[in-house]
C-alpha cells in the first residue's frame, strides 16, 4: 500500500516528482557549498529552486539562502560568480583585483585544488546519499537466511500449502537447497525444478527432518509493478497472482514469461486472482532493453512484473560491513549500467526511448511512490546516483566541464581565457538543454 492514497494522481505524481528532485538537488548543492566553505571559497546565495524567491534568511557567513517559486532546480552561487552556472563577474573580479584576501575566498581567485574539490563534492555527495540510502535500507530490511528459511506465507488461490513459519528448506524435489551465497547455483536450481503444481518439500522444523507437500516456488505471483510498463498500464497490483494467459491455466512464473515472449506482441488476456475475487485484464507486451551479464543488451518482450516465491523469505540483519558494500555495490552497478545503456544506445544496439525526461521520471516517482516509503526512497537513491554521474559528463556547464577546464590549467599552468570560456559555456548549455528537449521527445512520444 503506498503512503499516501492515489498516488498516482497527477497532483501526487508531482508531488513525488519535487519531493525526490529536491532531496537530490539539496544533497548536491550542499556538497558544492561545504566543501567550498571548508576550502575558504564563501558562497554568496544556496537556492532551492529558480525564480522569485519566496522566503529567505541571511545566515551569520553572509551566504542567502533561500527558497524560489520554481522547485526544479538549486545552485550555489560563490563570491565572484555572475550566475548559477559559475560564470565569472569579471566586473566583481576586477574590482577585487587589489585585494588579495578577499580575492582568495571566490570561486576564480581560489587555488585550484579548492575550486577542484568544490566542483567535484556535488555529484560526490549524491553518490554518497545513494549508498547511505542503500546501506539503511540492507540494514531495515535484512538480507534473506541462509540456509533459506520461510518467513511470511502468501496468499495464493487454493493455498493447500503445508510449508510453516520458520521451516528451514533442505530440498526441493530431491535437488538439495543451494547456499544464497552462490547466486549462480541458486539460479540453477530453481531453473531445474520441474513445472508442476506441487512440489515436495525436505524441511527442518523445530529440530525435525520432515517431507511435505508445498506449492510451486515461483508461482506466477506480481510481487511488485515496473514503472511505465504494460502492467502498470493495465492496473495489475502487488500480490496479484495470475492464473490463466488467454485462457491458458497457469501457475509457474515460468509459464507467464513463455506466453509473453510468444506473444509476438499480441494482446494478451491475463485472468487474475486479486483478494480471493476473479479478474480479467487485456495488455500488449512491451519490447524491452534488458541488459546481460557481459554489458551487452538484448530486447525481449516483456508486461512489467516483478515476481517472487510463493513465501517470503525469512531475513536477518545483516553486518554492518556487508550492508555498506551492498550500497556501494549498488551504487557502483546503477553507474556502470547507465554508461553501458548510453554507449549502446549511441552506437544504435538499443532504442534512445529508453532515455526518460522529466515526465517519464516524473511518473516513475510517483509510481515507486504508491508501492510505498521503501520503494520512493529506494526510488532516490537511484536517481541521486544517476544525476551524481549525469553532472560528472565532460560537457561545458556541468561540473564535469568545469572539472575538465581546471585539469586544462593544472596542465598548462593557466586557465582558458575568458572569451574561450564564454563560447564553450554556451555550447555547453545548448547540448544540455538539446538534451532535455530530445528526452522530453521521449516521454511524449515513444511507445
Same mark, same amino acid.
Request: glycine letters at 12%; aromatic letters at 10%; a negative charge.
Given at each position: ?161 503445508? !510449508? #510453516?513459519? @520458520? /521451516? +528451514?528448506?533442505? =530440498? $526441493?524435489? %530431491? ?60 492496473? !495489475? #497490483?502487488? @500480490? /496479484? +497472482?495470475?492464473? =490463466? $494467459?488467454? %485462457? ?200
Amino acid at each position: 500500500m503506498g503512503f499516501l492514497p492515489e498516488f498516482g494522481g497527477l497532483i501526487w505524481t508531482i508531488l513525488a516528482f519535487i519531493v525526490a528532485l529536491s532531496v537530490i538537488v539539496a544533497v548536491h548543492e550542499y556538497g558544492h557549498y561545504i566543501v567550498g566553505r571548508w576550502t575558504g571559497i564563501k558562497a554568496d546565495v544556496f537556492s532551492l529552486g529558480f525564480g522569485p524567491v519566496l522566503f529567505s534568511r541571511v545566515d551569520k557567513r553572509g551566504t542567502r539562502w533561500q527558497f524560489a517559486l520554481l522547485p526544479f532546480g538549486g545552485y550555489v552561487k560563490f563570491a565572484g560568480d555572475s550566475n548559477a552556472a559559475s560564470g565569472k563577474d569579471e566586473s566583481a573580479m576586477e574590482a577585487l583585483a587589489e585585494d588579495p584576501e578577499a580575492l582568495r575566498h571566490t570561486m576564480h581567485g581560489a587555488p585550484l585544488y579548492a575550486r577542484a574539490l568544490t566542483v567535484a563534492a556535488g555529484p560526490v555527495f549524491n553518490f554518497v546519499m545513494s549508498i547511505l540510502i542503500f546501506f539503511a535500507v540492507a540494514m531495515s530490511v535484512g538480507t534473506a537466511s541462509d540456509p533459506l528459511t520461510v518467513g511470511q506465507i502468501r496468499d495464493l488461490p487454493g493455498n493447500t500449502s503445508e !510449508l #510453516q513459519e @520458520g /521451516d +528451514v528448506l533442505r =530440498a $526441493v524435489e %530431491g535437488t538439495p537447497v543451494p547456499s544464497l551465497d552462490d547466486p549462480g547455483a541458486y539460479d540453477s536450481f530453481v531453473g531445474g525444478l520441474p513445472q508442476q503444481p506441487v512440489l515436495e518439500y525436505d524441511i527442518t522444523r523445530d529440530s525435525d527432518e520432515l517431507t511435505i507437500d508445498g506449492p510451486y516456488l515461483l508461482p506466477a505471483l506480481v510481487s511488485s509493478v515496473v514503472p511505465q510498463s504494460a502492467a502498470q498500464d493495465a492496473g !495489475l #497490483q502487488g @500480490g /496479484d +497472482v495470475i492464473t =490463466a $494467459v488467454d %485462457g491458458q491455466e497457469i501457475f509457474a512464473f515460468g509459464q507467464l514469461k513463455e506466453a509473453v515472449e510468444a506473444s509476438e506482441g499480441a494482446a494478451l488476456l491475463l485472468t487474475v486472482w486479486r483478494d480471493g475475487e476473479t479478474l480479467e485484464f487485456t495488455l500488449i507486451p512491451k519490447a524491452t532493453d534488458e541488459p546481460q551479464p557481459d554489458g551487452s543488451f538484448k530486447q525481449n518482450l516483456r508486461i512489467g512484473i516483478v515476481g517472487g516465491m510463493a513465501f517470503t523469505p525469512a531475513t536477518e540483519t545483516p553486518g554492518v560491513g556487508d550492508a555498506f558494500g551492498s550500497g556501494l555495490e549498488n551504487t557502483w552497478r546503477i553507474i556502470t549500467g547507465s554508461i553501458s545503456g548510453l554507449r549502446e544506445m549511441i552506437v544504435g544496439n538499443i532504442s534512445t526511448c529508453n532515455l526518460s525526461g522529466p515526465v517519464g521520471i516524473a511518473q516513475t516517482s510517483g509510481a515507486m511512490a504508491s508501492q510505498g516509503a521503501q520503494s520512493f526512497i529506494y526510488f532516490i537513491a537511484v536517481l541521486s546516483t544517476a544525476v551524481g554521474l549525469l553532472n560528472l559528463f565532460p560537457i561545458p556547464a556541468l561540473d564535469g566541464g568545469h572539472l575538465v577546464f581546471y585539469a586544462y590549467e593544472a596542465v598548462t599552468g593557466k586557465p582558458p581565457s575568458d572569451g574561450a570560456l564564454r563560447v564553450l559555456m554556451t555550447i555547453g548549455i545548448t547540448l544540455v538543454l538539446t538534451l532535455m528537449l530530445f528526452a522530453l521527445g521521449n516521454d511524449l512520444f515513444c511507445p
